[in-house]
């Protein structure tokens, strides 16, 4: 794993934003995988800027989202579509056709998990999979103990990311107890992953994610199993980590053209 470490989320969440842009101007008919939740929206904010100041185009990429609440429909205020319609799509330019959320309403979810794997294959595969990490190690909403060769699905969320979330939601009985998301193993054929995480409640999550063992109990952890995973995070949430001074090390001694800038 490539571990980057900032002093700061706003710091790290615009070393994320570099990454996504450097690839988009790379490849600008790339597929992104995408995520929700609190730690990337400071990165889409700089991607939006990055659109509208420098021309940043996204018209040729297509986007996979990694999950969806099963029960609420698109223009929910808390489902991921919205999220996303507002967090950014609809300040970019991105063709609508081209972006991907899975429907928690389909009729035949489980025939729907099926045709949203298919659809990542005939678009080509992710090139770059942005993620973020639950504080107990999720990544999508593969929960601990789940196959870490998971597919995408329909999982039953834990307690604990009941309770992270219960915030987003006025009541317990408006969230979701069900979700659709890419597997682990869905997560682990993306060409590059991008872990983003910020922030001390992560800091357990992030150890057991780069320095604890492959485990189903973190199912990040199988990132360590993955070709080329770059983690971005802050100081807070690099806290519990036994060998920072290592990442950065190994960060400084980056060939120029392994560099990000
Ligand atoms: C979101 C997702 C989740 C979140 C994780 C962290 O699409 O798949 O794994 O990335 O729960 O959430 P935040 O960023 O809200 O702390």
């Known amino acids: 794993m490539e571990v980057l470490i900032r002093e700061t989320s706003e710091q790290a969440s615009l070393l994320g934003a570099q990454i996504v842009a450097q690839l988009l101007r790379r490849k600008p ?39 969806e609440y099963v029960g609420l429909p698109a223009d929910h205020s808390q489902s991921y579509h919205y999220y996303m319609a507002e967090n950014l799509f609809r300040h970019i330019n991105i063709r609508p056709e081209a972006t991907h959320v899975p429907d928690g309403c389909a009729t035949d979810l489980r025939a729907h998990c099926v045709e949203y794997e298919k659809a990542i294959v005939n678009a080509g595969g992710i090139d770059l999979q942005l993620l973020g990490i639950g504080s107990n190690g999720h990544i999508g909403f593969n929960e601990p103990s789940g196959s870490l060769r998971s597919r995408t699905w329909i999982k039953i969320l834990s307690e604990k990311t009941l309770r ?48 604890g063992p492959v485990s189903a109990m973190c199912p990040a952890s199988a990132l360590q199993m993955h070709a080329r995973t770059t983690v971005v995070l802050d100081r807070a949430a690099a806290t519990r980590l036994d060998h920072p001074e290592h990442y950065e090390w190994i960060e400084k001694h980056k060939l120029d053209w392994q560099q990000y800038a």
Request: with cysteine.
């Open 29 to 67: 008919h790339c597929v992104l995988g995408l995520a929700t939740g609190r730690t990337p929206l400071r990165l889409y904010d700089e991607l939006i800027r990055l659109h509208r100041k420098e021309g940043l185009d996204l018209s040729g990429v297509v986007t996979f989202n990694l999950d």
């Open 164 to 211: 992270d979330n219960a915030p987003h939601f006025d009541s317990p009985e408006q969230q979701p107890r069900h979700v659709i998301t890419m597997g682990v193993g869905t997560i682990l054929e993306a060409r590059h992953c991008l872990v983003l995480a910020c922030g001390s409640a992560k800091s357990h999550a992030v150890r057991a994610m780069i320095e």
